[in-house]
């Protein structure tokens, strides 16, 4: 099905280090939802992102929904141990409407 | 509260048996969805319902068979199913309100093996 270009796929990161993970599409959202997945557990909500242009924090993530609508960026600062995980971004165009998922980006960090 | 409670946890099934998954959410969300997972890879929408009605099916097979019996409870019927369909099934819910920044919660998930 339709997915989004996530980027990287994964990243082995030192503890401490910052993290950056982007997601671009072909089609403009309304939409862009960031979510952290441990291993058989489900996706949790990280940032919700609604205007273009906006920038938000939540701790040491800061996620931005690009001005053209169609891409958005996560960053984390001063990683820790527990930041890994698999990062997604999902797009969405309208409420109760397809979330389009990217592929994922699998988080790595060395204490 | 942002919590989805999908149960069971895990659940493993002969490919002969019928089972149900289960989610309720008590947060007064409208739209509730099933979503499939295999390992690393992205959630696989299944399908939506929105205001208890069926909005969105996927193209999903017959044998996955879902029912919203109210606005809080979220169903999954299971028969007949294919060793490939082992997966982590998800739960999530929205609150499909016009004029609200909508969002999803997902559940824990059931991690289902066909045997």
């Known amino acids: 099905g339709q997915q989004l270009n996530q980027s990287p796929q994964s990243m082995f990161i030192q503890e401490g280090e910052d993290v950056s993970m982007n997601c671009t599409s072909s089609?403009?959202?309304?939409?862009w939802l960031w979510y952290k997945q441990d291993p058989g557990e489900g996706p949790v909500l990280l940032i919700a992102?609604?205007?273009?242009?906006e920038l938000t924090s939540n701790g040491r993530l800061t996620a931005q929904f690009g001005i053209t609508r169609k891409d958005s960026f996560l960053n984390i600062s001063a990683s820790i141990p527990s930041d890994v995980g698999i990062y997604f971004c999902?797009?969405?165009?309208?409420?109760?409407?397809?979330?389009?998922f990217g592929q994922g980006t699998e988080l790595s960090v060395k204490p | 509260d942002t919590e989805v409670t999908q149960t069971p946890k895990h659940l493993v099934m002969g490919m002969t048996n019928k089972k149900s998954l289960k989610c309720e959410q008590h947060?007064?969300?409208?739209?509730m969805y099933w979503y499939k997972q295999k390992a690393k890879k992205p959630p696989e929408l299944m399908f939506v319902?929105?205001?208890?009605?069926?909005?969105i099916n996927e193209s999903v097979p017959s044998r996955f068979s879902p029912e919203c019996p109210n606005s809080s409870l979220l169903n999954l019927h299971l028969h007949a199913l294919q060793p490939e369909d082992s997966a982590l099934y998800l739960c999530?819910?929205?609150?499909?309100?016009?004029?609200?920044?909508?969002?999803?919660?997902f559940g824990s998930g059931t991690q289902l093996s066909v045997l």
């Open positions: 999902a797009g969405l165009r309208n409420q109760g409407g397809k979330l389009i």
């Open positions: 992102l609604y205007k273009a242009g």
């Open positions: 947060m007064g969300h409208r739209a």
């Open positions: 319902y929105s205001y208890e009605k069926l909005s």
């Open positions: 089609s403009i959202f309304n939409t």
């Open positions: 999530a819910s929205s609150q499909f309100n016009r004029g609200t920044n909508e969002k999803l919660f």
